[in-house]
């Protein structure tokens, strides 16, 4: 009997410690395993309808300059969401700032749901786009409190993989209401069903998230937050930029390029959204791995260059493999994602990590909203300078960091460390090594 009990012990004891060792290896912990259901509970409500909201504003009534502007939209308000965000985030708390995010959003759902006319779109989308916007900040300061360092891109890129399981789920249930429902009708039966998520949301939000005891704090101000943004951060800013214009320029129209120039049905779009969805989850842990013994600056030049290459093979995508081999770049666009979101919260100063991820984001997406605005312009010439010239883009953007990208703040380094540039010259060598050999394969 006894030696029946230390086998039971002894079996138990060995699951907890794979548990554990699972645990270690992929950062979590209960804050992390809360937030990461959270996102996908959220995320399926609100990806179900809004991949579809182009096709939607065109059925209608709308123009593409309405869909050009919903694009602009999206970038401009996102860049003052996420600034507001960190704002909030620092000042009430995180559970407080995601429960207000979601009601928030749910009000714009209602409006679409209420009212089909293209401009009431754009006034919902006022509303239902803030919670990705909002929350993101709050996020990657709970990660980088919460996580130790060497798994902070670990962190991010599980938190990147779980909202990558709406973003496929989603658009497939939304596709399906299309297609028995027609655009109009299935439009707003994905809203409703965002909306009743949204319910869920909440309650899931108040009863499971705990708030730490914490000293409340005021967030610097939008100049102070600029001003403490370093050298290094600032080139990643700019490179960022300009790889921004290169996916936001043919954004709004990618769906527009697949179902109305090359006549793929809602359901088969669905099926190519599926496909970047699960080629980027497949590379997030690996990749996350790969950031512990490689260097940052390797793994985000890699993802520019897919940023770079994807409006043109989409423009010479035409028929479904060729689409299925365009989306799967598409999903690639991940590869160094997570880890570029690590670096700018491995760049700000602590203390301050949500407010200055946000003014990150403000200026990012103010300056590429004016880009997208030109989407329609360029569209209305043809397809061909749309992707174009976005494609042009990615290029200078990644050039760019290639050339002046840093892996850490420099600066800071050099003030509290005399060995940096030991340090940093052999990482240096190390990424023009790692960067050589990946071109030569």
């Given at each position: 009997m006894k030696s029946?009990?230390?086998?039971?012990?002894?079996?138990?004891?060995?699951?907890?410690?794979?548990?554990?060792?699972a645990g270690a290896f992929f950062g979590i912990n209960t804050s992390m395993?809360?937030?990461?259901?959270?996102?996908?509970?959220?995320?399926?409500?609100?990806?179900?309808?809004?991949?579809?909201?182009?096709?939607?504003?065109?059925?209608?009534?709308?123009?593409?300059?309405?869909?050009?502007?919903?694009?602009?939209?999206?970038?401009?308000?996102?860049?003052?969401?996420?600034?507001?965000?960190?704002?909030?985030?620092?000042?009430?708390?995180?559970?407080?700032?995601?429960?207000?995010?979601?009601?928030?959003?749910?009000?714009?759902?209602?409006?679409?749901?209420?009212?089909?006319?293209?401009?009431?779109?754009?006034?919902?989308?006022?509303?239902?786009?803030?919670?990705?916007?909002?929350?993101?900040?709050?996020?990657?300061?709970?990660?980088?409190?919460?996580?130790?360092?060497?798994?902070?891109?670990?962190?991010v890129s599980l938190h990147s993989l779980s909202r990558r399981i709406p973003m496929a789920l989603g658009p497939v249930?939304?596709?399906?209401?299309?297609?028995?429902?027609?655009?109009?009708?299935g439009a707003r039966i994905s809203f409703a069903a965002a909306f009743i998520l949204g319910i869920f949301a909440l309650w899931f939000i108040h009863r499971f998230i705990k708030e730490k005891s914490r000293e409340k704090c005021r967030p610097p101000k939008l100049r102070d937050s600029f001003i403490k943004i370093s050298?290094?951060?600032?080139?990643?800013?700019?490179?960022?930029?300009?790889?921004?214009?290169?996916?936001?320029?043919?954004?709004a129209f990618v769906v527009v390029w697949v179902m109305q120039n090359n006549g793929i049905s809602a359901a088969s779009f669905s099926?190519?959204?599926v496909v970047e969805m699960i080629t980027a989850m497949l590379i997030y842990?690996?990749?996350?791995?790969?950031?512990?013994?490689?260097?940052?600056?390797?793994?985000?030049?890699?993802t520019f260059g897919f940023f770079t290459i994807f409006p043109l093979i989409l423009l010479f995508s035409t028929n479904m493999p060729l689409l299925i081999f365009a989306f799967v770049i598409r999903g690639l666009k991940e590869f160094g994602e997570p880890t570029r979101k690590a670096l700018i919260v491995k760049l700000a100063p602590e203390g301050n990590k949500a407010s200055i991820f946000g003014t990150y984001y403000l200026i990012r997406d103010v300056v590429v909203s004016i880009a997208?605005?030109?989407?329609?312009?360029l569209w209305n010439v043809s397809p061909s300078a749309n992707f174009l010239?976005?494609?042009?883009?990615?290029?200078?953007?990644?050039?760019?960091?290639?050339?002046?990208?840093?892996?850490?703040?420099?600066?800071?380094?050099?003030?509290?460390?005399?060995?940096?540039?030991?340090?940093?010259s052999t990482r240096h060598r190390k990424y023009l090594k790692g960067f050589t050999n990946h071109l030569a394969h």
């Amino acid at each position: 009997m006894k030696s029946d009990c230390e086998a039971v012990n002894k079996n138990k004891n060995e699951k907890t410690t794979k548990i554990n060792k699972a645990g270690a290896f992929f950062g979590i912990n209960t804050s992390m395993l809360t937030m990461l259901l959270m996102a996908v509970v959220i995320g399926l409500g609100e990806k179900m309808g809004e991949r579809f909201l182009p096709v939607y504003i065109l059925a209608i009534g709308g123009t593409t300059f309405a869909v050009g502007l919903l694009n602009a939209m999206d970038n401009f308000l996102s860049a003052a969401y996420s600034c507001i965000g960190g704002y909030i985030s620092d000042w009430l708390g995180y559970k407080k700032a995601l429960f207000i995010y979601t009601c928030i959003a749910m009000f714009g759902y209602a409006v679409i749901i209420a009212f089909p006319v293209w401009q009431a779109v754009l006034i919902g989308a006022v509303f239902f786009i803030s919670w990705t916007a909002l929350s993101l900040p709050a996020i990657l300061s709970l990660i980088s409190a919460t996580v130790k360092k060497e798994k902070q891109t670990m962190g991010v890129s599980l938190h990147s993989l779980s909202r990558r399981i709406p973003m496929a789920l989603g658009p497939v249930l939304g596709g399906v209401f299309i297609t028995f429902y027609g655009i109009k009708t299935g439009a707003r039966i994905s809203f409703a069903a965002a909306f009743i998520l949204g319910i869920f949301a909440l309650w899931f939000i108040h009863r499971f998230i705990k708030e730490k005891s914490r000293e409340k704090c005021r967030p610097p101000k939008l100049r102070d937050s600029f001003i403490k943004i370093s050298k290094e951060l600032r080139i990643l800013l700019l490179s960022d930029i300009f790889i921004r214009f290169a996916e936001q320029i043919p954004y709004a129209f990618v769906v527009v390029w697949v179902m109305q120039n090359n006549g793929i049905s809602a359901a088969s779009f669905s099926m190519l959204t599926v496909v970047e969805m699960i080629t980027a989850m497949l590379i997030y842990i690996p990749v996350a791995y790969l950031s512990e013994k490689t260097t940052s600056k390797l793994l985000i030049s890699i993802t520019f260059g897919f940023f770079t290459i994807f409006p043109l093979i989409l423009l010479f995508s035409t028929n479904m493999p060729l689409l299925i081999f365009a989306f799967v770049i598409r999903g690639l666009k991940e590869f160094g994602e997570p880890t570029r979101k690590a670096l700018i919260v491995k760049l700000a100063p602590e203390g301050n990590k949500a407010s200055i991820f946000g003014t990150y984001y403000l200026i990012r997406d103010v300056v590429v909203s004016i880009a997208a605005l030109s989407s329609a312009l360029l569209w209305n010439v043809s397809p061909s300078a749309n992707f174009l010239t976005a494609a042009l883009f990615g290029t200078i953007g990644t050039t760019i960091f290639i050339l002046f990208g840093k892996d850490e703040n420099l600066t800071h380094n050099e003030t509290h460390n005399t060995n940096c540039s030991k340090t940093n010259s052999t990482r240096h060598r190390k990424y023009l090594k790692g960067f050589t050999n990946h071109l030569a394969h």
